[in-house]
């Protein structure tokens, strides 16, 4: 009986996956029905519709998963011990579990952050992994709902940016049309995050995309709009990042919002420079195990004494828009030293400069997640504590709120090099606009001082870093994409330099090309021997025995590393007047690149982009 009762329970687990995938595939009958039906035009609104509810949709699962960490593991397990310090070692265990499923489920490929979305609209045609429109809901949900000192948001532009390259894979779009839904999944995922529509747009047009059009915008308005929707029909109002706020605009503090830009530029600066070099750091250290409880153990000490620093901030970021600054040291070790306002002060401004070395850490040890919310969090602090700091020198009717949410917006801008983005989240998530001109002269300051030591957001570098870039400029981006490795030749003859003229004769006798590098036994290049240039010699039989490779070869005019990036490499032909050119590596001699073969290149990547 037990045995058939099993039978039973297994033949109803089979139904259960066949009907699932016969939902499946009803749903995908119904979109390709529709993809028959309706033109391109028609069939890319359809699509942004259906991205945008998948990316909100995704926003809103990580959202409710960290919700339900917090709530059933952290609060209502660990946090009912008496000893209240135990919650320290829970960031051990949630970057701990993100290393393990990220290296035995996704093989140690986890692509984070917007690099890796930029590299692949600069150099894989916007494909990005399948796994990826859940890879980073599973890693970043645990890392952060552990107490990780990151973000969610860019996980999120990551899941949404999947989900839109996907689906565009799937039907068959073309690469244009590819990157439009990967940057109307970003939007409808920033969208869904923070229920703001218009932000979700600007982002996805600030940082993912470079060279758009007009009739770009109304997929990603339409693929925000729905990542909004399904956001604030889901999710609760207490869930998402809102205030209410309580003083209006002054004109009369406007001097002080200059030095706050300035204030915000300088600490975007200094927060882009050491999240940098703590990631870096880690990044050097080779045994994983080492890295996560190097990780692990500073994380705990930091939390120890700054308790602020666990998990996203939000909850602090509320706490100091409302003026609860108290409530950010209430169960540091630190808490019996803060005994006035002016050691508060200073203990808001350590929090904010560890915020970069507390996000730096997690992210570095094998954590997942992103820099969004911790920019936001030392906004909030920046503001709080500019403002706090005028009301103890004797500044009345200072209004403290206003402040810790600009702040926010002129640390967003520097740190994404993203003004527009930042502008218009904080407006939309403070239900107004009320504080607009502040907003614009904190983050246009902040944004301008940024963009002067940095000309190239952090993402931007480290993609360039990468061998690719993206510009507002399409020429430069089109080249961009072009991977000249794959694109050098290595069918060239190779011609030893002791070699004499008569075996340079019967070499050529068999082969096609016009063109012979001259090498040494280690294939060092020496020189390059143009068929053009030896016909004279060719034809005086006395010089066969006489004369080497050595003596009639040429020097190269310019050579091009292996590794040199695309604009280097074009600009090595403009000024050789060459159409091929040696590539080496540490001196040896790979292959020739053809100026011919990269303008061929461009022009097929010109006609797949219109």
Request: net charge positive; hydrophobic share 50%.
């Amino acid at each position: 009986m037990v045995g058939y009762a099993n039978k039973n329970k297994k033949d109803e687990s089979r139904n259960r996956v066949r009907m699932e995938i016969k939902d499946i595939n009803f749903v995908e009958k119904i979109i390709n029905w529709i993809h028959e039906k309706t033109n391109e035009k028609q069939f890319l609104i359809f699509s942004s519709v259906i991205v945008g509810l998948s990316a909100g949709l995704a926003a809103v699962i990580l959202k409710l998963f960290v919700y339900l960490i917090r709530q059933y593991v952290v609060e209502d397990f660990f946090l009912k011990f008496d000893y209240k310090y135990l919650y320290l070692g829970l960031p051990l265990i949630g970057i701990g579990i993100t290393a393990l499923i990220v290296k035995y489920a996704f093989k140690g490929q986890l692509n984070r952050g917007n690099t890796a979305i930029l590299f692949s609209i600069a150099k894989k045609s916007s494909f990005l992994p399948f796994h990826q429109m859940y890879s980073h809901v599973i890693t970043s949900g645990l890392t952060v709902g552990f107490g990780g000192s990151a973000g969610l948001e860019s996980p999120i532009v990551s899941t949404g940016s999947a989900i839109g390259s996907n689906f565009a894979k799937t039907y068959k779009l073309s690469y244009k049309e590819r990157t439009l839904l990967l940057a109307a999944g970003a939007a409808g995922g920033i969208a869904g995050a923070f229920n703001a529509p218009i932000a979700g747009v600007l982002f996805a047009l600030e940082v993912i995309l470079v060279d758009i059009s007009i009739a770009a915008f109304i997929p990603l308005l339409i693929a925000a709009a729905s990542g909004a929707l399904l956001s604030k029909i889901i999710l609760h109002e207490s869930s998402l990042l809102f205030f209410n706020l309580k003083q209006p605009f002054n004109y009369n503090n406007v001097p002080f919002y200059i030095i706050l830009g300035l204030m915000a530029g300088i600490v975007s600066l200094y927060y882009v420079n050491f999240f940098d070099k703590v990631e870096s750091k880690f990044s050097k250290i080779k045994s994983g195990f080492t890295k996560w409880i190097i990780g692990g153990l500073s994380l705990a000490f930091l939390f120890a004494l700054f308790p602020s620093l666990f998990g996203e901030g939000y909850e602090s970021i509320k706490a100091l828009s409302e003026y609860r600054a108290n409530d950010l040291f209430k169960d540091s070790v630190l808490v019996g030293f803060i005994e006035n306002k002016w050691m508060l002060l200073v203990f808001i401004l350590l929090t904010l400069l560890l915020k970069a070395v507390a996000a730096g850490i997690t992210l570095g040890s094998g954590g997942n997640g992103g820099n969004f919310a911790p920019s936001l969090f030392v906004g909030a602090s920046l503001g709080f504590a500019f403002s706090f700091f005028l009301t103890l020198i004797g500044f009345t009717d200072i209004p403290v709120s206003n402040f810790t949410i600009v702040a926010m917006a002129g640390i967003l801008s520097g740190v994404f090099h993203a003004p527009l983005t930042g502008i218009f989240l904080i407006a939309e998530i403070t239900g107004g606009y009320e504080l607009i001109i502040p907003l614009m002269i904190v983050s246009a300051i902040s944004y301008i001082i940024v963009k002067y030591f940095h000309p190239l957001s952090l993402d931007v570098r480290r993609l360039k870093d990468k061998g690719a870039f993206v510009s507002d400029n399409k020429d430069s981006s089109l080249l961009s994409k072009i991977d000249t490795k794959a694109m050098i030749e290595t069918d060239f003859t190779t011609i030893h330099f002791k070699s004499t003229l008569r075996d340079i004769v019967e070499t050529i006798k068999h082969c096609k090309r016009n063109t012979f590098p001259v090498v040494k036994k280690d294939n060092k290049l020496l020189g390059i021997i143009y068929l053009d240039n030896i016909k004279e010699e060719m034809f005086n039989a006395e010089l066969y025995d006489k004369v080497t490779a050595k003596e009639i070869m040429r020097k190269p005019t310019m050579l091009i590393e292996a590794n040199e990036d695309i604009f280097s490499v074009m600009k090595k032909f403009e000024e050789s007047g060459q159409w091929n050119l040696p590539v080496v590596e540490n001196g040896k001699y790979i292959g020739f690149l053809s100026k011919s073969s990269i303008l061929d290149k461009y022009r097929h990547e010109l006609l797949e982009t219109n």
